[in-house]
Every structure is written in structure tokens, then in C-alpha cells.
């Protein structure tokens, strides 16, 4: 038995008198979901931090065309009164050099499906239980050591070429048979100075990689641009400090020089004026918008593949919103990597977003491109949302708002999770929670109006 069908085991053991509707959890109840709780976390916990061969988390991508496939994602977080199913079956795929948008109102579970793929779900409560998150990366080629190998120059006619070695704290070696500076051979640097090794491309599966491993990934192959960030940047550190860190991290060999240098060409990159004196400044002295920019010049300080996006432009006013989005959709191209967007703006998301995935509830309930999406959206709330944005054409005074609530997350119905709010409910919405429908190459949606509408055509 796997541990999903344990898992499974628990859950309905401890949710068998779940159709008493009661209003209260007695003492007893609690202590019950409690000692459930620790036995599923304890598991868990063990499997992230268990050593692990390379084997065990290597996998291979559906579509090479792709970046980052997550496929029937589950997330959950284990509290005293019951089990949050804050992603519960989620599966999309962010294409190579592409954005992908992911809306949806506040509770839908857009942040915890990005803090899934980075692994940064705070345990032992918050915990990956099932699924797949496949992640395309450039990895080191190791030698036999296990060391990464790096790429020399060489002279016109072959000639090995040397420089002088320093350590990492930038001072230089010393040769101790003829007192002058060591030297080594010659390393090659981009065009940022970053020192140069041979890669191989590798397929991980995060949901499976245990939590050290994912240093190989988090900050140089994938990297997370934050809601807040002045609660992301370290009050008692400067910019220059938490900015070189990076380099230093995730570069062999990387010099203080070097990471400095890397630093100041970020900021640079970023659109920072006079980046030196910034370099050397503390997070308070910067304004809510260069911290932003900041948090963005750390994202790309380590060259990655994937960067996510949560939330990036909520602290901001409107003109450094812009300007913020304009800069990520340069830096996209320049860097040809892809972006996971995260907002509860459709108006960021039709400016940014080539490819949309719309969230309720912690599922999925509509996906396809950005044009399918704003121009045919086909889900009551998908239209619900679209409606509830104020335009220059509106007549009324007041906002369209999408009556009732969204479900207790703990308890969740068998049946469509929108269907207490909708509009267009039918009498099939009372079962079983729709299947995703193919509606054209690019679009889906979970509803069954388009169910029996495929039906008919068939």
C-alpha cells in the first residue's frame, strides 16, 4: 500500500461521522485529528529529509517544449480542526520563454501552488502529499569527485593561459616556494564575470526531491520574486550583502570580487540609478519600488531558468506598477526564460500573461490563453471575475459582486465548489465535481454547462 492510499486510510477513518453537520469539535475530536496529523507530518517530514540518489527525483518531461509541468498537485495543511486542502489536484504547464498567468481571489491557493514548486511549504503542518512538479534545469556536470567541471580558456594555437589565484575572500593566493602570487589555470567568465562550467540539462521532480537537494535548484535554477519586499530583504544586512550572497551560494569558486560585480551589472540591469551607493545601502533607506527592484535584481542574480512572480506589484503605486511590469517583460526576453505570474489583477494578467490559469478553491476551473481567457471566458466565475473589474464603460455606481462565500477549505463538497454561488446551476451540478473539458486545442474548463454541450454535439 502507497502512501496516498494510507493517507487516504486516515482520512476516512477520522471522517466518519463527518456527515453528523456538526458547528463544534469536542476536546476528544481534536486530540483525534491531532494524533492523525502527526502521524501523516511525521512521514512526511521523514521523506523531505531523507538522503536520497539522484535516481529517486530524476524524471522526464511530457513535452520538451516545457519549462515546469505540475501534474495533480496536492498541498495540504494539517491543523487541530481538520485538513486544509489548499491545492487539491492542480495540474498546468508553464512552456519554455513563455508567462503563465495564475488568477484567482485570495484563498484560491495561487501562493501555495508557488510555494509548492519551491518547496518552501512551512512544515510540518504544510506539506506536498501527492503529485508531480517536473522541473527542466541546466545542472552541473560533475566529474568523478562530484565536483562541477569547470571551462578554461585556452590560447589561438591551444596553449593552456593562467591567471592569478585568489581565495574567496578575494585576497590572493601566495606561493609559499616563491613568495609571489599563485596562479591557476584561466577559468572562463561570462559577460558578467561569473565563472563558466560545463552544464547537462536534467528533468527533477520536486514533488519528490528532498528538501537539501532543492539548494541545487532554489536561487540559481528557479527564483521567487515576493509579495512584500521589505519583509523579504534582511533589515541588518545591505543590498550589496544579501545580493552577493546569491553568487556566492550557487557559483564554485565566485570571489567577493566577483560576486560585487555580478551585484552592481543586477542592479544595473534593473534600471537602478547610481547602483554602487544602492549597493551599499540598508533596505530602509530604499523606496517601496526600488526595493522591488531589488528583490527582482536578486531573482536574476543567479541566472535562472524560472522565475515566479507572487504578488509583485500589490505594495506599489500604480507608475511603479507599470514601470515593474515593463521590466520583467524585458528582462523575460533578454534572459529567454519563462514567468510564473501570480496576481488577483486581470488587468496585470491581460498585459503580461501569454497563457492563464484561473483558481478556486484550491483547483483549477478554467485555463487557456490569454485571448481564450479575456475575450471567451466560459466558467460563471471566470466571467464573474471579469465582471467585478470597474472599466471606463460601466454606467453603474456600484461594482459587480459575486454573491455568497467560498466553502469551509476544511470540509469540502463532493459537488462543484461554485455551485452555492452561481448563477447558471444546473440540476447535474448537485453530483459528482466536474471533469475538465476540452473546449478547443488551448482551453479548458471544469463545468457542467460544457459538459452536456460536448455531449450534444457528439
Not at 39 to 64: P, V
Not at 323 to 341: A, C, P, T, V
Not at 375 to 395: A, C, E, F, R, V
Amino acid at each position: 500500500m502507497g502512501f496516498s492510499d494510507k493517507m487516504k486510510n486516515i482520512f476516512k477513518k477520522d471522517n466518519k461521522d463527518e456527515t453528523e453537520k456538526k458547528h463544534y469539535l469536542s476536546g476528544a475530536e481534536v486530540r483525534n485529528i491531532a494524533k492523525a496529523n502527526l502521524k501523516i507530518t511525521r512521514e512526511l517530514e521523514k521523506k523531505k529529509k531523507r538522503k536520497a540518489a539522484e535516481s529517486e527525483f530524476i524524471s522526464e518531461m511530457k513535452d520538451s517544449g516545457n519549462i515546469l509541468e505540475i501534474e495533480n498537485l496536492h498541498s495540504y495543511f494539517f491543523t487541530d480542526q481538520g485538513t486544509v486542502k489548499a491545492v487539491n489536484g492542480v495540474s498546468f504547464n508553464i512552456p519554455q520563454g513563455s508567462t503563465v498567468g495564475v488568477v484567482g481571489e485570495s484563498g484560491c491557493g495561487k501562493s501555495v501552488t508557488s510555494m509548492s514548486v519551491m518547496q518552501l511549504l512551512q512544515g510540518p503542518q504544510g506539506q506536498i502529499v501527492e503529485g508531480s512538479i517536473r522541473f527542466k534545469s541546466l545542472d552541473f556536470k560533475r566529474d568523478e569527485k562530484g565536483q562541477p567541471i569547470p571551462v578554461y580558456e585556452y590560447g589561438e594555437s591551444g596553449e593552456i593561459l593562467y591567471e592569478d589565484a585568489y581565495d574567496r575572500k578575494g585576497n590572493p593566493v601566495i606561493d609559499l616556494e616563491t613568495g609571489k602570487i599563485a596562479k591557476t589555470q584561466k577559468q572562463k567568465r561570462d559577460e558578467y564575470g561569473t565563472r563558466q562550467y560545463e552544464m547537462e540539462e536534467k528533468v527533477f521532480d520536486i514533488a519528490q526531491m528532498p528538501i537539501k537537494e532543492m539548494y541545487r535548484l532554489r536561487g540559481r535554477q528557479m527564483a521567487m520574486i515576493f509579495q512584500e519586499p521589505m519583509t523579504s530583504l534582511n533589515p541588518v544586512f545591505t543590498i550589496g550583502d544579501q545580493l552577493d550572497e546569491v553568487t556566492l551560494l550557487h557559483v564554485p569558486g565566485a570571489t567577493r570580487q566577483e560576486a560585487k560585480r555580478r551585484s552592481i551589472e543586477m542592479l544595473n540591469l534593473v534600471g537602478i540609478a547610481m547602483p554602487e551607493r544602492v549597493y551599499k545601502s540598508f533596505p530602509h533607506e530604499l523606496s517601496g519600488g526600488m526595493r522591488q527592484r531589488v528583490m527582482i535584481a536578486m531573482a536574476l542574480e543567479g541566472n535562472p531558468r524560472l522565475i515566479i512572480a507572487d504578488e509583485p506589484t500589490t505594495a506599489l503605486d500604480v507608475t511603479i506598477q507599470a514601470q515593474i511590469l515593463d521590466l520583467l517583460r524585458g528582462l523575460k526576453d533578454r534572459i529567454n526564460g519563462s514567468i510564473l505570474l501570480i496576481t488577483h489583477d486581470l488587468g496585470i494578467i491581460a498585459e503580461m500573461a501569454d497563457y492563464v490559469v484561473v483558481m478556486y478553491a484550491g483547483r483549477i476551473i478554467e485555463q487557456g490563453t490569454a485571448s481564450e481567457i479575456f475575450h471567451n471566458p466560459m466558467h460563471p466565475y471566470t466571467i464573474g471575475l471579469q465582471k467585478s473589474k470597474p472599466t471606463m464603460q460601466s454606467d453603474s455606481d456600484v461594482l459587480f459582486s459575486i454573491p455568497g462565500n467560498v466553502p469551509n477549505p476544511i470540509n469540502m463538497p463532493d459537488y462543484c465548489y461554485f455551485r452555492e454561488r452561481c448563477s447558471k446551476c444546473v440540476k447535474k451540478c448537485a453530483g459528482d465535481y466536474p471533469e475538465m473539458i476540452q473546449v478547443s486545442p488551448t482551453h479548458w474548463v471544469a463545468c457542467h454547462l460544457y459538459a452536456e454541450e460536448k455531449k450534444n454535439e457528439n
